[in-house]
């Protein structure tokens, strides 16, 4: 006896990537990568997966991007997306669309140019483009015409940010309805129906997002040393981004893969922003304290390594101050390189993180190891100590103490600490100005079923 049953819209979201993405001219220091979840989904016999192959970048220079010679500053950065409808020798049987999908902080996107490259997976070359979407001239155009039930936007009004010819596409009429700005929802849709078929949502929220400033940090303005990072949260505005083309569609019982690039260009400098912060000495004194006895830090200056007392809280240019860190070089243990070979350098991140409720704070050190041979992706993951005591602080000293030289990651690699300091400011290194702003930006692939179905 067979049953009939519906099948309602299934909807499946998998998160792969995690992504650091910092504005920085000067360094590519700050990258992680996590995984959460499968990045495929098996659901009766719904089968979908995908992959982000590869990001040109760890890092989208904060640099006037268009010169005055008509010449672009830096390149586009680059998402690879590899999708199919299959998971090993299983089908799927139900039709579904995939949306790629970019998760990133308003200020962010508001100052970028997006377009989407359709992939020949064989020849590894582009065959198509959408035109570039300069997103802030789209969002500003709709906003000033949102008494209309929809805008009409072409393309071609668009400032143009490709930064070489093999970009160019034909211009496409969007038609554009929706609001940032409405109480609910707040998401602006674009639909074009001919061209390239391109269509995206643009949805906004806020939440309360960890994000850190990067300092300059060297023994004189002219001196590069690793970055000081200023570990920060606040009620921040993001953006969700759903894109979306024909060729995403997937018919059922036929196994298919397709790649897909997604160009993300800057298109201006970023002023303001704290990118205009400056720091205003290794151990200045704190500005103001509230009614409620929290210390306001909006002169630029922060206390290191003393932290708030029990129960307050610092703050610094309106955000909540949760900690710092920074990466220092070291090298692997010796006990570790093959014989005859000297030791090879390595990175330690120490990272203090203030206790809020209790006072005091707690600093913990984590290897910062590339993610391949050549890679400037790192896996940063945390050290233990090789001795018989747990790796301790010593407030007092400002040093690390216990019986131990070295530590060990937890890929068994073991790591020489003889000369790992906590304080950012030894060896008459300060801090001056803010060169980076890194926030966790995310890329993921939406799996929708195309329609209901019986079986």
Same mark, same amino acid.
């Given at each position: 006896?067979?049953?009939?049953?519906?099948?309602?819209?299934?909807?499946?979201?998998?998160?792969?990537?995690?992504?650091?993405?910092?504005?920085? !001219?000067?360094?590519?220091?700050?990258?992680?990568?996590?995984?959460?979840?499968?990045?495929?989904?098996?659901?009766?016999?719904? /089968?979908? @997966?995908?992959?982000?192959?590869?990001?040109?970048?760890?890092?989208?220079?904060?640099?006037?991007?268009?010169?005055?010679?008509?010449?672009?500053?830096?390149?586009?950065?680059?998402?690879?997306?590899?999708?199919?409808?299959?998971?090993?020798?299983?089908?799927?049987?139900?039709?579904?669309?995939? #949306?790629?999908?970019?998760?990133?902080?308003?200020?962010?996107?508001? /100052?970028?140019?997006?377009?989407?490259?359709?992939?020949?997976?064989?020849?590894?070359?582009?065959?198509?483009?959408?035109?570039?979407?300069?997103?802030?001239?789209?969002?500003?155009?709709?906003?000033?015409?949102?008494?209309?039930?929809?805008?009409?936007?072409?393309?071609?009004?668009?400032?143009?940010?490709?930064?070489?010819?093999? #970009?160019?596409?034909?211009?496409?009429?969007?038609?554009?309805?929706?609001?940032?700005?409405?109480?609910?929802?707040?998401?602006? @849709?674009?639909?074009?129906?001919?061209?390239?078929?391109?269509?995206?949502?643009?949805?906004?929220?806020?939440?309360?997002?960890?994000?850190?400033?990067?300092?300059?940090?060297?023994?004189?303005?002219?001196?590069?040393?690793?970055?000081?990072?200023?570990?920060? =949260?606040?009620?921040?505005?993001?953006?969700?981004?759903?894109?979306?083309?024909?060729?995403?569609?997937?018919?059922?019982?036929?196994? $298919?893969?397709?790649?897909?690039?997604?160009?993300?260009?800057?298109?201006? #400098?970023?002023?303001?922003?704290?990118?205009?912060?400056?720091?205003?000495?290794?151990?200045?004194?704190?500005?103001?304290?509230?009614?409620?006895?929290?210390?306001?830090?909006?002169?630029?200056?922060?206390?290191?390594?003393?932290?708030?007392?029990? !129960?307050?809280?610092?703050?610094?240019?309106?955000?909540?101050?949760?900690?710092?860190?920074?990466?220092?070089?070291?090298?692997?243990?010796?006990?570790?390189?093959?014989?005859?070979? @000297?030791?090879?350098?390595?990175?330690?991140?120490?990272?203090?993180?203030?206790?809020?409720?209790?006072? !005091?704070?707690?600093?913990?050190?984590?290897?910062?190891?590339?993610?391949?041979?050549?890679?400037?992706?790192?896996? =940063? /993951?945390?050290?233990?100590?090789?001795?018989?005591?747990?790796?301790?602080?010593?407030?007092?000293?400002?040093?690390?103490?216990?019986?131990?030289?070295?530590?060990?990651?937890?890929?068994?690699?073991?790591?020489? $600490?003889?000369?790992?300091?906590?304080?950012?400011?030894?060896?008459?290194?300060?801090?001056?100005?803010?060169?980076?702003?890194?926030?966790?930006?995310?890329?993921?692939?939406?799996?929708?079923?195309?329609?209901?179905?019986?079986?």
């Amino acid at each position: 006896m067979s049953e009939k049953k519906k099948i309602p819209i299934i909807r499946y979201l998998s998160y792969l990537l995690v992504v650091s993405l910092l504005f920085t !001219g000067v360094t590519f220091s700050r990258y992680s990568m996590t995984t959460s979840g499968d990045s495929s989904a098996p659901l009766s016999r719904f /089968h979908c @997966s995908y992959e982000v192959d590869e990001i040109s970048a760890t890092s989208i220079p904060n640099v006037d991007y268009w010169l005055k010679n008509n010449s672009a500053a830096s390149t586009a950065r680059t998402l690879r997306y590899t999708v199919s409808n299959f998971k090993d020798d299983v089908t799927s049987d139900v039709a579904v669309k995939a #949306h790629l999908r970019v998760y990133l902080p308003a200020e962010m996107a508001r /100052h970028l140019a997006l377009q989407i490259g359709t992939m020949n997976i064989a020849e590894g070359t582009v065959t198509s483009y959408t035109p570039e979407i300069v997103l802030d001239e789209l969002i500003a155009k709709r906003e000033a015409d949102t008494a209309n039930a929809e805008t009409v936007i072409d393309t071609s009004s668009f400032k143009n940010y490709y930064d070489s010819g093999v #970009h160019n596409a034909a211009d496409e009429e969007l038609s554009v309805s929706g609001s940032l700005e409405s109480a609910s929802p707040r998401t602006i @849709s674009a639909v074009n129906r001919g061209g390239s078929g391109l269509s995206f949502t643009i949805t906004a929220s806020t939440k309360e997002a960890q994000y850190s400033l990067g300092f300059q940090r060297g023994k004189n303005e002219n001196d590069y040393a690793p970055q000081l990072f200023l570990d920060l =949260v606040r009620e921040t505005e993001f953006y969700t981004i759903d894109l979306y083309l024909p060729s995403m569609e997937f018919p059922a019982g036929q196994p $298919l893969t397709k790649m897909y690039i997604v160009y993300l260009t800057l298109t201006e #400098h970023l002023e303001g922003l704290d990118f205009d912060a400056y720091w205003s000495g290794a151990d200045a004194v704190l500005a103001t304290t509230d009614a409620d006895g929290n210390v306001r830090v909006e002169n630029n200056s922060v206390l290191i390594n003393s932290p708030p007392a029990a !129960g307050k809280e610092y703050y610094y240019n309106g955000a909540r101050v949760l900690g710092y860190h920074f990466d220092q070089t070291t090298q692997f243990a010796a006990q570790a390189t093959a014989e005859g070979e @000297s030791p090879k350098s390595t990175t330690v991140r120490i990272q203090c993180l203030y206790d809020d409720e209790g006072g !005091g704070y707690d600093i913990k050190l984590f290897h910062v190891a590339p993610i391949t041979e050549d890679s400037t992706e790192n896996y =940063v /993951h945390p050290i233990e100590s090789d001795g018989e005591s747990a790796i301790v602080f010593d407030k007092t000293s400002n040093t690390f103490s216990g019986n131990f030289s070295t530590g060990t990651c937890d890929q068994n690699q073991k790591i020489d $600490l003889t000369n790992i300091v906590a304080h950012p400011f030894t060896e008459g290194l300060n801090a001056y100005q803010v060169l980076s702003k890194s926030y966790e930006v995310n890329f993921k692939a939406l799996f929708v079923q195309a329609s209901e179905s019986e079986v």
